[in-house]
């Protein structure tokens, strides 16, 4: 099993970047996937989660109408639009696979070795 983040870096406060998961060795279409981020000193918090088909998806408050994900069941593929980034948006990025959306805790099946985005003020 591989989940593979890519697309952080530094990026400017207003600015935008998308991140991409390309995954591997399990059945994408049947999870529902999430993007969830670690900031230092942080707790761990759900960023948005794309249910099977992309049917429903989910955002943290903290990020609606900034982010957009979204995925491709030909490719195994997650993305996540991010738009209008803050200075708070600082963190590490992972995608996972998950048994419901939103997350609500369940936990995750897999998830990747994340992407490091960071924005300057």
């Not at 989910?58 to 990020?63: E, L, T």
Request: glycine share 12%.
């Amino acid at each position: 099993v591989q989940l593979l983040e890519s697309g952080g870096g530094l990026v400017q406060a207003g600015g935008s970047t998308r991140l991409s998961c390309v995954t591997s060795g399990f059945s994408f279409d049947q999870y529902d996937m999430d993007w969830y981020r670690q900031a230092p000193g942080k707790e761990r918090e759900g960023v948005s989660c794309s249910s099977t088909s992309d049917v429903s998806t989910y955002y943290a408050d903290s990020v609606k109408g900034r982010f957009t994900i979204s995925r491709d069941n030909a490719k195994n593929t997650v993305y996540l639009q991010m738009n209008t980034l803050k200075p708070e948006d600082t963190a590490v990025y992972y995608c996972a696979a998950a048994w419901g959306c939103p997350n609500n805790g369940v936990g995750y099946d897999y998830w990747g070795q994340g992407t490091q985005v960071t924005v300057s003020s």
